[in-house]
């Protein structure tokens, strides 16, 4: 099982990104969901994260400007970013708390799961 991210880009300061991380595989659960960052020379930082009830939680930075969701069929977690500046520039990473999934013929839990970085560039 694993975390693939898409959607990173070059954009210019006000335009929009959405990202997008799915769980591959036979997923039977997943819990929360979120999303990090890491600028160069900085530490990773939470973006935002959503719980399995849908429940939100946001960076204050990234408030009013990012929105986090979730498509629980799809196995599938997404970050809208608009109004995008230069200081969102960084690596996202998507993350799972924690996934029951099959791998044939056992149901394994995962814990503490992360997705390949993608890379987010706001510049003029």
């Known amino acids: 099982v694993q975390l693939q991210a898409s959607g990173g880009g070059l954009v210019q300061p006000g335009g929009s990104l959405r990202l997008s991380c799915a769980a591959s595989?036979?997923?039977?659960?997943?819990?929360?969901m979120g999303w990090y960052r890491q600028a160069p020379g900085k530490q990773r930082e939470l973006v935002a994260s959503?719980?399995?009830?849908?429940?939100?939680n946001y960076a204050d930075s990234v408030k009013g400007r990012f929105t986090i969701s979730r498509d629980n069929a799809k196995n599938t977690v997404y970050l809208q970013m608009d109004s995008l500046k230069p200081e969102d520039t960084a690596v996202y990473f998507c993350?799972?708390?924690?996934?029951?999934?099959?791998?044939?013929?056992?149901?394994?839990?995962?814990?503490?799961?992360w997705g390949q970085g993608t890379q987010v560039t706001v510049s003029s």
């Open positions: 993350h799972a708390d924690h996934l029951r999934y099959w791998s044939g013929p056992l149901i394994k839990d995962e814990s503490d799961l």
């Open positions: 595989g036979i997923i039977y659960s997943l819990n929360a």
């Open positions: 959503i719980s399995s009830g849908d429940r939100t």
